[in-house]
């Protein structure tokens, strides 16, 4: 059974940095991308970001809102992806989701973990 | 980058009537990659359809979606009481920014 938990989570104050863990189980990690999808409270999913896998050249993409404040990476001998996030903004609070595919070579959110919340205050 | 439009913002409906879900893309989403997902209050999303028409694994039938290039719906037949949620539509095919639409709320009547 797939299984993604994320951890990391928490209160932050606005412009320090956080990194977020995404645990998998269950199946080839390192053979999929992995993806990160957040919502604010009462909102909607706002997609953020994916890795691609290393059979796939192992970049990135970004949503212009996070885009050179946040960094996405992976440790496959660990099945965990990360998120980091620097300079944080208010704005980044949200429950944050990493999701995978079931399928390679496509960033779909076939699996998603159950979140965490990252609370951005002073 | 692709915006997705879903309309209605909400849907009010009763047991058992069917459900038509619209999602309108600013730029032809090639490949009809276009993916629906339903959310329940305090889970995470689940997808329901990827490929603008696949059924994900364990999906009942009464899900479908169709469309290409810039329109897609989603259908449900008859709506069952589980199925009052949210639905987002998101392509995954325009880099950067595999945008999500803004939810449909399909509530009961």
């Known amino acids: 059974e797939v299984q993604l938990v994320e951890s990391g989570g928490g209160l932050i104050q606005p412009g320090r940095s956080l990194r977020l863990s995404c645990t998998a189980s269950?199946?080839?990690?390192?053979?999929?991308?992995v993806s990160w999808v957040r919502q604010a409270p009462g909102k909607g999913l706002e997609w953020v970001g994916f890795l691609r896998s290393k059979a796939y050249g192992g970049t990135t993409e970004y949503a212009a809102s996070v885009k050179d404040r946040f960094v996405i990476s992976r440790d496959d001998s660990k099945s965990v992806a990360y998120l980091q996030m620097n300079s944080l903004e208010i704005e980044d609070t949200a429950v944050y989701y990493c999701?995978?595919?079931?399928?390679?070579?496509?960033?779909?959110?076939?699996?998603w973990g159950q979140g965490t919340l990252v609370t951005v205050s002073s | 980058e692709i915006v997705l439009t879903q309309s209605p913002g909400t849907l009010s409906l009763s047991p058992g009537e069917r459900a038509t879900l619209s999602c309108r893309a600013s730029?032809?989403?090639?490949?009809?990659?276009l993916a629906w997902y339903q959310q329940k209050p305090g889970q995470a999303p689940r997808l329901l359809i990827y490929?603008?028409?696949s059924r994900a694994t364990g999906i009942p039938d009464r899900f479908s979606g169709s469309g290409s290039g810039t329109d897609f719906t989603l259908t449900i037949s008859r709506l069952e009481p589980e199925d009052f949620a949210v639905y987002y539509c998101?392509?995954?095919?325009?880099?950067?920014?595999?945008?999500f639409g803004q939810g449909t709320k399909l509530e009961i009547k």
């Open positions: 730029q032809s989403v090639s490949s009809s990659f």
């Open positions: 998101q392509q995954y095919t325009s880099s950067p920014g595999y945008s």
């Open positions: 269950g199946f080839i990690f390192g053979d999929y991308y």
């Open positions: 490929d603008a028409s």
């Open positions: 999701t995978q595919p079931m399928v390679r070579g496509v960033a779909r959110s076939d699996y």
